[in-house]
């Protein structure tokens, strides 16, 4: 199979003039335009979901073993309480 020849083009439009009429061609090539853009666009949707980024994601990792209980997490009652007084250191009784 060769390629197309100018004479074989000119018989192309030739018919495609005779059946669809001068005043409807352009509406076919507008449909015809519209119709390989879809199609483009659709390619392109396509090709950048098959190109997702393949690398693996880095999880963070929650620290091991228990969490410190600090000042804010004591129960309320404890910090609340008043605190408890020193004992009194012995008293000589040597007088």
């Known amino acids: 199979m060769g390629s197309l020849g ?3 083009i000119i ?5 495609v003039l005779l059946l669809f009429g001068a005043k409807r061609i352009p509406e076919i ?3 015809l335009g519209k119709g ?3 199609f483009k666009d659709a390619t392109n949707d396509i090709k950048q979901e098959l190109t997702v980024d ?9 620290p091991q073993g228990p969490p410190a209980q600090t000042q804010a997490s ?3 009652a ?7 007084p020193a004992p009194e250191p012995p008293q000589d009784s040597q007088a």
Do not use: W
């Open 6 to 8: 100018p004479f074989e």
């Open 78 to 84: 404890e910090q609340m309480a008043p605190p408890s």
């Open 29 to 31: 090539a507008r449909g």
């Open 54 to 62: 393949t690398r693996p994601q880095q999880r963070i990792q929650p």
């Open 11 to 15: 018989a192309i439009l030739l018919v």
């Open 36 to 38: 390989i853009r879809e």
């Open 74 to 76: 004591a129960p309320v």
